[in-house]
């Protein structure tokens, strides 16, 4: 990469714009994808961008398309990505299925709008953070993160590339209509100021090569096509050579513990949270995306008025921050939970919080929570 | 002195054989007319890459010692499209079956042709969906029955050559397994022309649909193959007919026409060319 392909500089700009130049910045060269409101500016911008770093814009024929090519393009060594929202995010589970279990490293963002369906295009949501957990059929893990400014999409795709790469899974963005299309300052760093992961490549001669043997930390080393290994990779149940293992419970057994559990033993490295005023809160927001900004303030607000609020922000959706709810469950009252949707990451907080104790602030379409509105869930539940 | 290993055991993979596929099934012949082209064109095998959908042709892309990925069912091609954009220097070949390339995978059929993408499809045809029984697809002949269309299939199928020449493809073929020489070559000119390429090659079916449809043993079906084809090179596709009594077969489209790879590479360098002369860093700051 060239130290020009970054455009080192402060500016202002779009969430969009900011996810596709932190891709860039990562050394994503490769972009499969298809128009959808309100992913189609990363779209644009990386079919502007692309070609001036080196790199391929392809439109596809559909989103399914779109994560094969991304398949066929990681396995070629190149660093893959799309953008899409909803409906195309609902096409796209198939192959990230494939993705997970042929460990191929790929990112995806997805610009959540209103659903289901096709929904409210061009307004904001929250509704897609469990489709990120379990949209493929099958047991497996993957990693999503939630970034909550135009800057920390910057930050988070590039962290988004780097994970992908490190663990060989598929890592989602998840960014919501307001932080994509949100214009704010974006502080892009100098290219030896941002820190790059690259696959591990295997150190053994193409005959002694196992595609798929792990190394200590579960994560096997991959090799690129092209270069000599003549390695075999297939959606069915494998063994560490790669052959198909379709009948052997213990195979099958094996390989899907593996591809959790390179996830979940490793989530200590991988799950980030923002914490605001949490030492001596009474209540706690727990918030993400978009909405952990009106979050911030509500507490703001609510510490004026002397009420002992803290913030909890989720910049990792999955794994699900389980350890960093469980910090603070004994030391708050209450958590309210605020998300655009009907209840999706207020599961995953009940599953380690008192449900008794927490409020779910829910709002769909439209605008999003004001701060007001979240202070009132903060000062209502004191009463 | 006695030859222990076949000839083309070195460019199988180890393990991997024996393959699953039935007696008197055509992917054998598919198999080795695949790498008895790549070994007569003399290419650098560590250059191709082997792509395949779901069925029992899919299991191809392991069987030979390449670089070979299975993907999901349909989705060969778009895999394809994505390794071949990205990675110009290697060789791309997808092998699959009528319904992983042409009912569920249709949509990237025609627009990987559409797009002239540098790379071979092979076909095999067999009619129906083996793997899973024997159901009806979209190349299933008139009035035949499967285990999905038990009173006749009443449902008009695709002309495969027809569809890939309407598509873009540059070149188009179709033989079948009863064209062991002329498979081969055809492959080696579709490996050997620049563009989307695309061989059909009828395969029999005996256990699943040759059996449903009173084919007979698969010799008879083998001979049906030899004697009811009727070699029409550069004749309409449109009228390129498949059925009991003839079977069109020959090199339909052989035309030259812009490839998206080489396309792409050249608007990147007028791109970056641009960029160097007017000294900037981007054609679109933030």
Same mark, same amino acid.
């Given at each position: 990469m060239l130290a020009r392909d970054v455009l080192t500089g402060t500016h202002f700009t779009q969430g969009d714009f900011a996810c596709a130049e932190g891709a860039i910045a990562a050394g994503c060269r490769f972009f499969a994808g298809y128009p959808i409101t309100p992913a189609t500016e990363v779209a644009e911008r990386m079919a502007r961008r692309l070609p001036e770093v080196g790199g391929v814009y392809l439109q596809m024929e559909d989103e399914i398309g779109s994560v094969a090519a991304m398949i066929g393009a990681s396995y070629g060594g190149v660093k893959s990505m799309t953008a899409t929202s909803g409906p195309g995010f609902s096409l796209m589970q198939e192959n990230i299925g494939l993705a997970a279990m042929t460990e191929t490293p790929i990112v995806i963002v997805d610009v959540m709008r209103g659903g289901p369906s096709t929904g409210q295009p061009t307004k904001t949501g929250q509704q897609d953070v469990m489709q990120a957990k379990w949209g493929s059929h099958g047991d497996y893990e993957i990693i999503a993160l939630a970034p909550s400014s135009v800057q920390e999409t910057f930050d988070l795709t590039v962290r988004a590339f780097n994970l992908a790469e490190k663990y060989r899974v598929p890592v989602f963005v998840m960014l919501d209509e307001i932080v994509g299309h949100m214009r704010e300052r974006l502080i892009i760093p100098s290219p030896d100021r941002i820190e790059i992961v690259n696959r591990k490549k295997p150190t053994v001669p193409p005959g002694q090569y196992n595609p798929f043997q792990p190394d200590e930390d579960l994560v096997p080393p991959m090799a690129t096509f092209g270069e000599g290994y003549r390695f075999y990779a297939t959606g069915?149940?494998?063994d560490e050579t790669g052959h198909p293992q379709t009948d052997s419970a213990e195979e099958q057994s094996k390989l899907v513990r593996r591809l959790c559990d390179k996830i979940r033993v490793n989530r200590d490295s991988i799950v980030q949270v923002k914490k605001l005023l949490l030492e001596d809160a009474d209540v706690c927001v727990v918030a993400y995306g978009s909405v952990a900004r009106s979050a911030m303030a509500a507490v703001t607000r609510a510490r004026q008025r002397g009420v002992k609020a803290g913030f909890l922000g989720l910049t990792t959706l999955w794994p699900f921050p389980d350890k960093e709810i469980e910090a603070i469950a004994d030391k708050v009252d209450r958590i309210v939970v605020a998300e655009m949707n009907y209840g999706q990451i207020v599961r995953e907080v009940e599953r380690r919080f008192d449900y008794r104790r927490i409020t779910f602030a829910s709002k769909l379409g439209e605008d999003p929570q004001t701060p007001d509105e979240i202070l009132n869930y903060i000062v209502r539940e004191r009463k | 002195m006695i030859q222990e290993t076949h000839p083309l055991e070195r460019f199988t993979r180890k393990g991997m054989i024996p393959h699953i596929w039935c007696a008197g099934c055509g992917n054998g012949v598919i198999l080795s007319e695949l790498l008895r082209a790549l070994v007569e064109l003399k290419?650098?095998? *560590?250059k191709v890459a082997v792509v395949s959908g779901i069925g029992c042709i899919g299991r191809i892309s392991g069987y030979v010692n390449l670089d070979g990925f299975h993907t999901t069912h349909g989705r060969a091609i778009a895999f394809a499209v994505g390794l071949k954009a990205a990675r110009p220097d290697i060789k791309v070949i997808v092998v699959s079956g009528d319904g992983d390339l042409f009912a569920i995978g249709g949509n990237h059929f025609i627009h990987a042709a559409r797009r002239n993408i540098d790379m071979t499809v092979i076909c095999s045809n *067999?009619? *129906? &969906? +083996?793997?899973?029984g024997g159901q009806a697809g979209p190349t299933t002949m008139p009035d035949n029955r499967t285990t999905t269309t038990? &009173? +006749? *299939?009443?449902e008009h199928p695709f002309n495969l050559v027809h569809l890939a020449a309407g598509s873009g493809a540059v070149y188009v073929a179709r033989w079948t397994t009863a064209h062991v020489r002329r498979i081969r070559e055809s492959i080696k000119t579709a490996l050997t022309k620049k563009g989307f390429t695309f061989v059909e090659i009828i395969s029999p079916c005996p256990e699943q649909y040759g059996r449903r449809n009173r084919m007979g043993e698969p010799i008879d079906q083998f001979n049906w193959l030899r004697e009811k084809s009727v070699v029409q090179h550069f004749s309409d596709p449109v009228k390129a007919e498949v059925g009991p009594n003839k079977v069109v077969v020959g090199e339909f489209v052989d035309i030259e026409k812009p490839e998206y790879t080489e396309s792409l590479r050249r608007q990147m360098m007028t791109v970056q060319g641009t960029l160097e002369k007017e000294g900037r860093l981007t054609s679109a700051p933030l």
């Amino acid at each position: 990469m060239l130290a020009r392909d970054v455009l080192t500089g402060t500016h202002f700009t779009q969430g969009d714009f900011a996810c596709a130049e932190g891709a860039i910045a990562a050394g994503c060269r490769f972009f499969a994808g298809y128009p959808i409101t309100p992913a189609t500016e990363v779209a644009e911008r990386m079919a502007r961008r692309l070609p001036e770093v080196g790199g391929v814009y392809l439109q596809m024929e559909d989103e399914i398309g779109s994560v094969a090519a991304m398949i066929g393009a990681s396995y070629g060594g190149v660093k893959s990505m799309t953008a899409t929202s909803g409906p195309g995010f609902s096409l796209m589970q198939e192959n990230i299925g494939l993705a997970a279990m042929t460990e191929t490293p790929i990112v995806i963002v997805d610009v959540m709008r209103g659903g289901p369906s096709t929904g409210q295009p061009t307004k904001t949501g929250q509704q897609d953070v469990m489709q990120a957990k379990w949209g493929s059929h099958g047991d497996y893990e993957i990693i999503a993160l939630a970034p909550s400014s135009v800057q920390e999409t910057f930050d988070l795709t590039v962290r988004a590339f780097n994970l992908a790469e490190k663990y060989r899974v598929p890592v989602f963005v998840m960014l919501d209509e307001i932080v994509g299309h949100m214009r704010e300052r974006l502080i892009i760093p100098s290219p030896d100021r941002i820190e790059i992961v690259n696959r591990k490549k295997p150190t053994v001669p193409p005959g002694q090569y196992n595609p798929f043997q792990p190394d200590e930390d579960l994560v096997p080393p991959m090799a690129t096509f092209g270069e000599g290994y003549r390695f075999y990779a297939t959606g069915l149940t494998h063994d560490e050579t790669g052959h198909p293992q379709t009948d052997s419970a213990e195979e099958q057994s094996k390989l899907v513990r593996r591809l959790c559990d390179k996830i979940r033993v490793n989530r200590d490295s991988i799950v980030q949270v923002k914490k605001l005023l949490l030492e001596d809160a009474d209540v706690c927001v727990v918030a993400y995306g978009s909405v952990a900004r009106s979050a911030m303030a509500a507490v703001t607000r609510a510490r004026q008025r002397g009420v002992k609020a803290g913030f909890l922000g989720l910049t990792t959706l999955w794994p699900f921050p389980d350890k960093e709810i469980e910090a603070i469950a004994d030391k708050v009252d209450r958590i309210v939970v605020a998300e655009m949707n009907y209840g999706q990451i207020v599961r995953e907080v009940e599953r380690r919080f008192d449900y008794r104790r927490i409020t779910f602030a829910s709002k769909l379409g439209e605008d999003p929570q004001t701060p007001d509105e979240i202070l009132n869930y903060i000062v209502r539940e004191r009463k | 002195m006695i030859q222990e290993t076949h000839p083309l055991e070195r460019f199988t993979r180890k393990g991997m054989i024996p393959h699953i596929w039935c007696a008197g099934c055509g992917n054998g012949v598919i198999l080795s007319e695949l790498l008895r082209a790549l070994v007569e064109l003399k290419i650098d095998l *560590n250059k191709v890459a082997v792509v395949s959908g779901i069925g029992c042709i899919g299991r191809i892309s392991g069987y030979v010692n390449l670089d070979g990925f299975h993907t999901t069912h349909g989705r060969a091609i778009a895999f394809a499209v994505g390794l071949k954009a990205a990675r110009p220097d290697i060789k791309v070949i997808v092998v699959s079956g009528d319904g992983d390339l042409f009912a569920i995978g249709g949509n990237h059929f025609i627009h990987a042709a559409r797009r002239n993408i540098d790379m071979t499809v092979i076909c095999s045809n *067999n009619f *129906n &969906y +083996g793997m899973t029984g024997g159901q009806a697809g979209p190349t299933t002949m008139p009035d035949n029955r499967t285990t999905t269309t038990p &009173y +006749g *299939n009443i449902e008009h199928p695709f002309n495969l050559v027809h569809l890939a020449a309407g598509s873009g493809a540059v070149y188009v073929a179709r033989w079948t397994t009863a064209h062991v020489r002329r498979i081969r070559e055809s492959i080696k000119t579709a490996l050997t022309k620049k563009g989307f390429t695309f061989v059909e090659i009828i395969s029999p079916c005996p256990e699943q649909y040759g059996r449903r449809n009173r084919m007979g043993e698969p010799i008879d079906q083998f001979n049906w193959l030899r004697e009811k084809s009727v070699v029409q090179h550069f004749s309409d596709p449109v009228k390129a007919e498949v059925g009991p009594n003839k079977v069109v077969v020959g090199e339909f489209v052989d035309i030259e026409k812009p490839e998206y790879t080489e396309s792409l590479r050249r608007q990147m360098m007028t791109v970056q060319g641009t960029l160097e002369k007017e000294g900037r860093l981007t054609s679109a700051p933030l």
